[in-house]
């Protein structure tokens, strides 16, 4: 049985940092993309970030470039996302996804190209 699940989630003040945690189990993680998604009150989920399956591409979403980073640890099954500069439109529930195809591919923000979901974690920026 796969699980995904997200942790360190909370409440920031503008301009603060938050790390994000995910850790699969029950699949072959480093088979897999990995994508951090989110999804902000009455609005669609959003693409946030992918990382290929051996770490070494990267992809971000505009309105994060420069401020956040993806990042994978396989021998732990942990996924990251380190945010600094938080604003308050970073305000989101953040999903954790994993990709079977094992790459991030020129969709990678479409949320319906991932295999597995996280319960995902609440980010609150404050101003």
Do not use: H
């Amino acid at each position: 049985q796969v699980q995904v699940v997200e942790s360190g989630g909370g409440l920031v003040q503008a301009g603060g940092s938050l790390r994000l945690s995910c850790t699969a189990s029950g699949l072959t993680f480093d088979d897999y993309a990995m994508g951090w998604f989110r999804q902000a009150p009455g609005k669609e989920r959003e693409g946030v970030s992918c990382i290929g399956w051996s770490g070494s591409s990267t992809y971000y979403a505009d309105s994060v470039k420069g401020r956040f980073t993806i990042s994978r640890d396989n021998a732990k099954n942990t996924l990251y996302l380190q945010m600094n500069s938080l604003k308050p439109e970073d305000t989101a529930i953040y999903y954790c996804a994993a990709d079977a195809r094992g790459y991030c591919s020129r969709s990678w923000t479409n949320m319906y190209g991932y295999d597995y979901w996280g319960q995902g974690a609440q980010v609150t920026v404050s101003s």
